[in-house]
């Protein structure tokens, strides 16, 4: 499935950013979703990740009450909504899709192109 990462922008810290990704494909509601996030030279982190239905989500120590996962599969749009943001947020965020909920990228099969977040102190 090819997705589309887009949302991210400058915040100061302390703000809100929502990211979105979408599909012009039809298998959407079949697949588990996950965030990830990359800081250059840093290995790619998961972030959060929601099963294909939005009953189930999952998040890192380092964003847990402050983000969320969720979906709306009739737009075929995954959300992640980012409060009180902190410098260490800033990042290039992906999404991706796979068959099931994970914190391995290795178990996505397909991904977003990133989107940038940028976090002002």
């Known amino acids: 499935v090819q997705l589309q990462a887009s949302g991210g922008g400058l915040v100061q810290a302390g703000g809100s950013l929502r990211l979105s990704c979408t599909t012009p494909?039809?298998?959407?509601?079949?697949?588990?979703m996950g965030w990830f996030r990359q800081v250059p030279g840093q290995e790619r982190e998961w972030v959060a990740d929601?099963?294909?239905?939005?009953?189930?989500?999952g998040y890192s120590d380092p964003v847990k009450g402050r983000f969320t996962i969720s979906r709306n599969n009739p737009q075929k749009t995954l959300y992640l909504q980012m409060n009180s943001l902190k410098s260490e947020d800033a990042a290039v965020y992906y999404c991706?899709?796979?068959?099931?909920?994970?914190?391995?990228?290795?178990?996505?099969?397909?991904w977003g192109q990133g989107t940038q977040v940028t976090v002002s102190s």
């Open positions: 991706a899709a796979g068959a099931e909920r994970s914190r391995n990228e290795g178990d996505y099969e397909s």
């Open positions: 494909g039809r298998k959407w509601s079949r697949y588990a």
């Open positions: 929601i099963s294909w239905d939005g009953a189930n989500t």
